[in-house]
């Protein structure tokens, strides 16, 4: 079925590090794929997004690659502090079901 | 400030007593979700509504129940828990069904059944 998979399950970095996580999704026809941010005790909050017609996009520290040929999406966060330390979910907008298909979510931990 | 509040917070109960958490957002968003998040097992779709009196099963609905009268409230029902059902619950909503807006989640609602 629809899945997106997503690795690794935790990351660890020292502080000032660059930190990648990927994902790969099975529908082909998927065209948005937003990244959240789950602090402790809080519920996931998007921090970027990209959608299937652009390869790359950035915000400051954080950037999101898609290549649609292979079925990856990739979230890269530059010179990490600690406050980066959280769980991070990938998802993909299925075509099919039209509702996101969240990965099983990345643990960074960034030690000062 | 833009919300989606969700009660209570934290929850224990014993196998069979019903009881409904609370979910409450003030975007005026149609679409509302209810996942729920394990170890290893991301955030699964429990149910969700693309607005008033519309709701559809997601992808783990076995257990649970929904309503969606009025557009604001999405309540999640658990008529018979069991302890299979302790997890951690969010509730979110968004503009749209999934294509390209933002979904807005809760605080979440910690649920123990024992």
């Known amino acids: 079925g629809e899945n997106v998979e997503q690795h690794p399950s935790t990351l660890s970095v020292q502080e000032g590090d660059s930190a990648v996580i990927k994902c790969t999704y099975s529908d082909s026809a998927s065209n948005y794929f937003p990244w959240y941010k789950q602090e402790l005790g809080k519920g996931p909050q998007l921090i970027i997004d990209i959608r299937s017609n652009v390869g790359e996009k950035k915000d400051q520290r954080i950037a999101v690659t898609l290549n649609k040929t292979a079925k990856h999406f990739s979230l890269h966060i530059t010179e990490t502090q600690p406050e980066d330390s959280a769980v991070y979910f990938c998802a993909a907008s299925m075509a099919a079901t039209d509702k996101l298909i969240f990965g099983t979510g990345t643990r960074l931990q960034v030690f000062p | 400030e833009a919300q989606v509040t969700q009660n209570p917070r934290y929850l224990i109960t014993v196998t069979g007593k019903k009881l409904t958490v609370t979910c409450s957002q003030n975007?005026?968003?149609?679409?509302m979700s209810w996942y729920r998040q394990d170890p290893g097992l991301g955030l699964r779709q429990i149910y969700y509504?693309?607005?008033?009196?519309?709701?559809d099963k997601g992808d783990v609905p076995e257990g649970y129940k929904v309503s969606r009268k009025e557009k604001r409230n999405f309540p999640l029902i658990l008529e018979s828990p069991s302890p299979n059902q302790t997890s951690l619950y969010f509730c979110a909503s968004s503009l749209s069904l999934g294509r390209g807006t933002e979904a807005f989640f809760g605080q979440g609602t910690r649920l123990t059944v024992v």
């Open positions: 975007m005026n968003h149609e679409y």
């Open positions: 509504s693309m607005n008033v009196e519309v709701t």
